[in-house]
């Protein structure tokens, strides 16, 4: 598998939540500008490439994820000439830029729905997915929206539904349309010449759609059902992906990272086999699922490790020798790792670290979401008002105003598991607003930025910052890490995730406790505990000490035997 576009098996991503990273010119939000003045402090980390969500012009309904013009920067992120410095200044460092490709949907902004809109006769109808209502007027299909309610809206000028699986202003573009594939591929033209090395596909397995628009089976008392059989990697994906790598992706050595909702592991490795041409890493999501009542995100059930690890587990031992997943904690459609998995009390120093020793040795490709690697926890909104999300808004308006539950409670479940709870700005310094703005921040700061910010981490070398400084840098070009089998040690332990990773000579274990008291760790008999070099620990552990590792509280360390 060794040639030019593998680059990436080696490396570890950065992804940037643009409005919320640092803000260069007093607006509240993050800019282009803002990511340029920081890449010192983003290449100190150890990281190889970076992944940006949107900032193209868009009138952030879903914060970005509603594209109104693919070539241009949106005002308040800066202009073109300002991204053109920052791709320079990037690749001066030696990194790599990726950008968020969002064409599963547009705008209903952009001016083709508007052209697709205004008349059936327009040219840019079949850019779009219109159908007539059922006899009695009501929606085509009775398929959910992702952030809720029905998934079709009615357009009075033709008289007909446009399908929005996301929100309402983002209809979905007709890939079964080959105009589309000559649109996206244009615009991926226009990037690459401007220097861009690759591409985060959003939402992309849902591209292809069932356009005979089945109903579905529905939630007992509700009137659209989830009907994702119907547009998840479905045949058409390959195609149009295969087609653009046959006409940019391939030949320009543009690499990919495709979003994988709800994609089953055996379709994944299709859709990552080099000879098949399509995509490169995969971002898939039963990670994000499995401490949830099925779909249902705002129902979560108790974090169990052992449901971490198998999930883990079912990847990547199917996946290992076949191609890679990435390996996040978070990222900005979750709340924040640490409060969801670890300890936001007194082992929060501690379980941020364990949380990265675990999730970062295993087979796969590190992606290290913007405040993670200061170990920031969900912010405390104090009303409806202060999120800013659709997927709140819509949740709030269904439960609180539709269904009359009791509000108090709603905001306490949207504390705990709303996506803004992860998009704070990142704290800077101590002084107002973390230093991330000079203006009003656009959404609420984390209320631990006094101590929890760059400059006092940076300072600190206990600090959660120079722990996965340690840790993202250790992880360069050590094989068994790269290409390893993974072996689990006591996959069913509720209270310890711990694994061995073996290349030729080298083993390396990853052991880490995440409960609050001591826990032990048998290591197999062949592996010395006395020979083990320790790489990393949370505790300034130095030696293993015997077979029977006694791990304290929240307690991780790696160590390696090279023979
Ligand atoms: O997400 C696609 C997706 O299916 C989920 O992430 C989903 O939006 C989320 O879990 C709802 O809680 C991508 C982007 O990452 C997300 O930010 C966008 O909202 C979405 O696409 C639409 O573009």
Redesign the pocket.
């Known amino acids: 598998m060794e040639n030019k576009r593998n680059w990436w098996q080696d490396a570890v991503f950065y992804q940037i939540y643009p409005r919320s990273f640092f803000d260069s010119d007093g607006d509240g939000e993050g800019d282009l500008a803002g990511i340029t003045a920081k890449l010192d402090y983003i290449k100190s980390l150890g990281v190889d490439a970076i992944w940006s ?1 949107p900032y193209f012009v868009s009138p952030k309904a ?2 970005g ?2 594209v109104a013009d693919y070539r241009d920067i949106d005002p308040s992120f800066g202009t073109l000439e300002d991204w053109k410095v920052m791709c320079d200044e990037i690749h001066k460092r030696g990194m790599k830029f990726f950008m968020d490709l ?1 064409v ?2 547009t705008s209903d902004e952009h001016a083709w729905f508007q052209s697709a809109i205004s008349s059936k006769d327009s040219p840019y109808r079949d850019y779009y997915i219109f159908r007539e209502g059922k006899e009695d007027g009501s929606e085509p299909s009775n398929w959910m929206s ?2 809720g309610g029905s998934a079709w809206q009615y357009n009075e000028p033709t008289k007909d539904y446009y399908l929005h699986l ?2 309402v202003k ?1 209809p979905d573009l007709n890939w079964q349309n080959p105009k589309i594939m000559d649109e996206v591929s244009d615009i991926i033209e226009f990037w690459a010449d401007l220097g861009v090395d690759g591409f985060r596909l ?2 992309f397995n ?1 591209a292809d759609k069932d356009q005979s628009f089945p109903d579905v089976e529905t939630f007992p008392g509700e009137k659209y059902g989830f009907a994702s059989q119907h547009y998840v990697s479905r045949p058409g994906v390959d195609e149009y992906i295969h087609e653009l790598y046959k006409r940019q992706l391939g030949p320009k050595d543009l690499v990919t990272v495709v ?1 994988l ?1 709800y994609c089953p592991v055996e379709k994944a490795i299709e859709y990552c086999d080099p000879k098949r041409e399509e995509f490169d890493m995969l971002y898939f ?1 039963d990670m ?1 699922n499995f401490d949830q009542e099925g779909y249902d ?1 705002f129902k979560p059930v108790p974090f169990k490790v052992s449901d971490l690890k198998k999930t883990m587990d079912h990847w990547i031992s199917n996946l290992h020798g076949k191609g890679y997943c990435a390996l996040f904690i978070g ?4 709340c924040r790792a640490l409060s969801r998995f670890g300890n936001t009390g007194a082992y929060r120093v501690r379980s941020a670290k364990t949380l990265a020793n675990a999730m970062y040795f295993l087979e796969g490709v590190p992606y290290v979401y913007q405040g993670d690697e200061l170990g920031m926890t969900n912010t405390d909104f104090q009303s409806i008002e202060e999120y800013n999300d ?2 709140v808004h819509n949740y709030w308006r269904e439960h609180v105003v539709d269904k009359g539950e009791d509000p108090e409670k709603v905001l306490e479940i949207l504390r705990e598991r709303s ?1 803004d709870a992860g998009r704070s700005p990142i704290p800077w310094n101590d002084s107002p607003n973390g230093g991330f703005t000079t203006g009003t921040p656009w959404l609420r700061l984390g209320s631990e930025y006094k101590t929890v910010n760059v400059e006092a981490e940076d300072k600190d070398p206990e600090s959660v910052l120079n722990f996965y400084r340690k840790l993202l840098h250790l992880r360069h070009g050590r094989p068994s890490i790269i290409k390893g089998e993974t072996c689990w040690l006591d996959l069913d332990s509720d209270e310890h995730m711990s694994y061995l990773r073996k290349f030729e000579g080298e083993t390396l274990a990853s052991l880490n406790n995440f409960t609050e008291h001591e826990v032990t760790v048998q290591l197999p008999e062949e592996l010395d505990a006395e020979n083990a070099e320790v790489l990393l620990s949370n505790c300034g552990r130095e030696t293993l000490g015997e077979n029977a590792v006694r791990l304290g509280p929240w307690e991780c360390l790696t160590a390696v035997w090279n023979s």
Do not use: I, P, S, T
């Open positions: 969500c879903d914060n994820y509603d969002v599963n949907h992702v952030f996301f929100a983002q959003d939402a849902n979003e909702a999501f994000l995100k990222n900005h459609d979750q659709v997927e996506r």
